[in-house]
């Protein structure tokens, strides 16, 4: 059974800091570029960092360039979301899934090239 399932979720003051985890089972996880999404209360989900499968290239949206680190662990078929400075717009429930069209991550996130999403885990940020 194909499963990307998120944590590390909670609870923090602006300025703040967590680090999502997002563990893969059911496929060949070295095969596909991995992107985390968010939607917050009211909007529509967004792509927001991408890790491609195997040879370390990354990209983020502008937002949160220089604050959000992307991350894979191939060997613990594990990708991780460092976010630092965190601020009460990054407020979401953040999700991971699989491009399933792309090993490499391209220069913007487009959601219906992703599949086997995770449960989501809930960030909040306090002012």
């Known amino acids: 059974e194909v499963q990307l399932v998120e944590s590390g979720g909670g609870l923090v003051q602006a300025g703040g800091s967590l680090r999502l985890s997002c563990a893969a089972s059911?496929?060949?996880?070295?095969?596909?570029?991995i992107g985390w999404f968010r939607q917050a209360p009211g909007k529509q989900r967004e792509g927001v960092s991408c890790a491609s499968a195997s040879d370390g290239s990354t990209y983020s949206i502008d937002s949160v360039k220089g604050r959000f680190t992307i991350s894979r662990d191939n060997s613990k078929n594990t990708v991780y979301l460092q976010m630092d400075s965190l601020k009460p717009d990054d407020t979401a429930v953040y999700y991971c899934a699989a491009n399933l069209m792309r090993r490499l991550c391209p220069r913007s996130i487009t959601e219906y090239e992703y599949g086997y999403w995770g449960q989501g885990t809930q960030v909040t940020v306090s002012s």
């Open positions: 059911g496929f060949i996880f070295e095969d596909y570029a």
